[in-house]
T-cell receptor, first 112, second 108 residues
Framework: SQTIHQWPATLVQPVGSPLSLECTVE??????LYWYRQAAGRGLQLLFY??????ISSEVPQNLSASRPQDRQFILSSKKLLLSDSGFYLC???????????FGPGTRLLVL | KNEVEQSPQNLTAQEGEFITINCSYS?????LHWLQQHPGGGIVSLFM???GKKKHGRLIATINIQEKHSSLHITASHPRDSAVYIC??????????FGGGTRVLVKP
């Protein structure tokens, strides 16, 4: 069966520090991968999605970037965090864009 | 105006009551999702539907494509149904657009 992992589960970082969040999927190959953010009291927002290694589409211009160095690994990064980057970051995957997305457990990020 | 609107924003019910959450959208879609987000933040996909009605246990989801409207019903609600329910629509390609969520509290 397929599983999706995210780490860390929680993170507290100072403003201006770098960020690296990791998402991995097991039990499948060539998944579509997604990064979402949920700011406090707000809805989910798609940040990036990837249909294959090295293929990243950005939905919202900001100081975040994403990379997919391996088939089942999706990384969300920032060189310098802003206060507004605080939120709950969710990774998701599906085997095909027409199918249901399966969400990871999420990473709660607090930028101080 | 948001592309996906949910109502109500908050809902409190007594255990056993029938609950309905509504979702309206303004764009043409290929599919609509209902998601459940638990207090810890974890999200579970409940339904993906593009027409008609789906049922899973005590949950029923319906969609009317012509009216651009979907409903999620919870029958015989239970405190463990307390969560935020999120409607999301798939318009083009991989992108999901989300509603603001409905916070449901079921009291024993």
């Amino acid at each position: 069966s397929q599983t999706i992992h995210q780490w860390p589960a929680t993170l507290v970082q100072p403003v201006g520090s770098p960020l690296s969040l990791e998402c991995t999927v097991e039990g499948t190959s060539n998944p579509n991968l997604y990064w979402y953010r949920q700011a406090a009291g707000r809805g989910l927002q798609l940040l990036f999605y990837s249909v294959g290694i090295g293929q990243i589409s950005s939905e919202v211009p900001q100081n975040l970037s994403a990379s997919r160095p391996q088939d089942r690994q999706f990384i969300l990064s920032s060189k310098k965090l802003l206060l507004s980057d605080s939120g709950f970051y969710l990774c998701a995957w599906n085997p095909d864009w027409r199918e249901t997305q399966y969400f990871g457990p999420g990473t709660r990020l607090l930028v101080l | 105006k948001n592309e996906v609107e949910q109502s109500p924003q908050n809902l409190t019910a007594q255990e056993g009551e029938f609950i309905t959450i509504n979702c309206s959208y303004s764009v043409g879609i290929s599919a609509l999702h209902w998601l459940q987000q638990h207090p810890g933040g974890g999200i579970v996909s409940l339904f993906m539907l593009s027409s008609g009605k789906k049922k899973h246990g005590r949950l029923i989801a319906t969609i009317n494509i012509q009216e651009k409207h979907s409903s999620l019903h919870i029958t015989a609600s239970h405190p463990r149904d307390s969560a935020v329910y999120i409607c999301a629509v798939k318009a083009a390609g991989n992108k999901l657009t989300f509603g603001g969520g409905t916070r449901v509290l079921v009291k024993p």
